[in-house]
């Protein structure tokens, strides 16, 4: 039987054959129907397999195409996003990411250097201060 399938339907999968083989019986039979018993003979089969056979054996019933009258019209297609390139060099003018955020940290250093230089000058100070006051 099987090979008379493959004759009549070539380069289908012994799977889709042994559909077109169960709904040429009965062409109402789900994939349940026969999956244990396809199974049985070794043979695979899935939804895919059982649609294939329907569709071969003509059991499958397309949907027409509407008439041009009834198909609502497209909207326009997004526009294409285009990436920008990264600048190199000193031609981004200050203005990529990368720049403000390495600005924005030499920014705090300087800051953060100056408030350490501020806190040592007010210590030397302040140890002045006391040792003038112990007499020293």
Excluded: W
């Excluded at 070794?42 to 329907?54: D, F, K, N």
């Amino acid at each position: 039987m099987l090979a008379a399938l493959r004759r009549r339907y070539p380069g289908q999968k012994d799977s889709v054959l042994f559909c077109i083989h169960k709904l040429q019986m009965n062409g109402e039979l789900t994939l349940r129907d026969f999956r244990a018993e396809a199974e049985l003979h070794g043979i695979p089969v899935a939804g895919r397999s059982l649609h294939t056979a329907r569709t071969l054996l003509g059991l499958v019933k397309e949907t027409p195409a509407a008439p041009a009258d009834d198909v609502e019209p497209v909207a326009a297609p997004l526009p294409k996003l285009v990436r920008r390139q990264r600048a190199t060099g000193a031609d981004d003018g200050g203005n990529s990411i990368e720049t403000q955020v390495l600005a924005a940290v030499r920014q705090i250093q300087s800051q953060a250097s100056a408030d350490a230089e501020g806190l040592r000058t007010a210590i030397r100070q302040a140890i002045a201060i006391l040792q003038r006051a112990i007499g020293s």
